[in-house]
């Protein structure tokens, strides 16, 4: 069992910055990569930003260079830092750490946080 703890969510006006934090508890061996994902009412959700245990990191193209992950995937913990917010923006922003088993099979397994919203409005 693991469990994804996040935080940072909030209001924040357009242009600002907010900074979410995940950390991850229980059985947590084989986490190699964690990372966020974003959701809004009538679509999909979609990955932001994630990051692996060797730090390479990717970035959906409307956040790059806005966006920064970051965190120390051993540890199982992640951060997103957010600047030059737009109401595009606002989501309920969830916390993702994939875990590989290796033992006869490999076993894969993704884990998610219980979601906190960003909104972002004048």
């Known amino acids: 069992q693991v469990y994804l703890a996040e935080s940072g969510g909030g209001f924040v006006q357009p242009g600002g910055s907010l900074t979410l934090s995940c950390a991850a508890s229980?059985?947590?061996?084989?986490?190699?990569?964690m990372g966020w994902y974003r959701q809004v009412p009538g679509k999909a959700r979609e990955l932001v930003a994630s990051?692996?245990?060797?730090?390479?990191?990717y970035y959906e193209d409307s956040v790059k260079g806005r966006f920064t992950i970051s965190g120390d995937v051993a540890e199982s913990t992640v951060n997103l830092q957010m600047s030059s917010l737009t109401p595009e923006d606002s989501a309920v922003y969830y916390c993702?750490?994939?875990?590989?088993?290796?033992?006869?099979?490999?076993?894969?397994?993704?884990?998610w946080g219980q979601g906190t919203l960003v909104t972002i409005s004048a």
């Open positions: 229980g059985r947590t061996q084989e986490i190699n990569e």
């Open positions: 990051i692996t245990s060797s730090g390479i990191t």
């Open positions: 993702h750490a994939k875990q590989v088993e290796i033992g006869w099979r490999v076993n894969t397994y993704d884990h």
